[in-house]
């Protein structure tokens, strides 16, 4: 089983990116898929998940109303939506998939993670 995300990079602050996650090995469809972010010298952080048919969405507060997550569970994969972003949002952004549907916000309840993608936000 794989995930992979894409998408990353440097951005001015105010710009959006989009970041992508594959996922291989297995299928995902009937799960809650989520992205957390780590910023240097911090502790990983909850970002956004998606139930596993899209139709409930949650987000930190941080990131709500700028952040939206989706997915596609035909391709396998899920997205997220990045808008207004702000310096603060710089980080290794690492998609997940978390099997129990339960602790949407807590790292340890993921079961698979790919491997980060870096976007870097530039005042």
């Known amino acids: 089983v794989q995930l992979q995300a894409f998408g990353g990079g440097l951005v001015q602050a105010g710009g959006s990116l989009r970041l992508s996650c594959a996922a291989s090995?297995?299928?995902?469809?009937?799960?809650?898929m989520g992205w957390f972010r780590q910023a240097p010298g911090k502790e990983r952080e909850f970002v956004s998940a998606?139930?596993?048919?899209?139709?409930?969405?949650y987000y930190a507060d941080s990131v709500k109303g700028r952040f939206a997550i989706s997915r596609d569970n035909a391709r396998n994969t899920w997205y997220l939506q990045m808008n207004s972003l702000k310096p603060e949002d710089t980080a290794v952004y690492y998609c997940?998939?978390?099997?129990?549907?339960?602790?949407?916000?807590?790292?340890?309840?993921?079961?698979?993670w790919g491997q980060g993608t870096k976007v870097t936000v530039s005042s």
């Open positions: 997940t998939a978390n099997t129990r549907g339960s602790g949407l916000r807590d790292s340890y309840e993921y079961d698979y």
């Open positions: 998606i139930s596993w048919n899209g139709f409930s969405t």
């Open positions: 090995g297995r299928t995902f469809s009937s799960y809650v």
